[in-house]
């Protein structure tokens, strides 16, 4: 049985969620770039389908008892596709951008960052850890 350390479904997951939030942050800096463009609709991108997304590709890899399940680890998920928000209040030049909610989103998706990159940081301790026989 080969061990791989470096590519397993942890840091598959993980590289497709880091990889989805930094796509969410180029999309709140559009909206915040675009907050005085007359008719600029805000956009952003759906976590819930992408933890569903990332849920049903590991599970798909756990059960193979019938023939029309797939083995396989988490393969990266592309690019989201950015969606118009509905329900924001417009303003006279129909933009809907709001700045506070911007910025609430730009802070959520810097903190979910930094949450994930630690969790990468704590997974290659283990490894290092393992490789030198739990010495410091």
């Excluded at 993980?14 to 463009?37: F, G, K, W």
């Excluded at 991108?45 to 590991?58: D, G, I, K, P």
């Amino acid at each position: 049985m080969k061990l791989d350390f470096i590519s397993n479904q942890t840091l598959d997951a993980m590289e497709s969620y880091l990889s989805r939030l930094s796509q969410r942050q180029q999309i709140v800096a559009s909206n915040l770039a675009n907050i005085d463009t007359p008719g600029y609709k805000t956009r952003d991108v759906s976590f819930h389908a992408t933890m569903q997304e990332l849920l049903a590709a590991r599970s798909s890899g756990l059960h193979t008892t019938r023939p029309e399940h797939h083995p396989g680890l988490i393969q990266p998920i592309p690019g989201a596709a950015a969606f118009e928000v509905q329900g924001l209040s417009s303003r006279a030049d129909l933009n809907n951008v709001d700045l506070d909610r911007e910025m609430l989103k730009l802070s959520e998706t810097s903190f979910a960052y930094s949450l994930i990159t630690q969790l990468v940081r704590g997974k290659f301790r283990t490894i290092a850890s393992s490789i030198n026989e739990g010495r410091v």
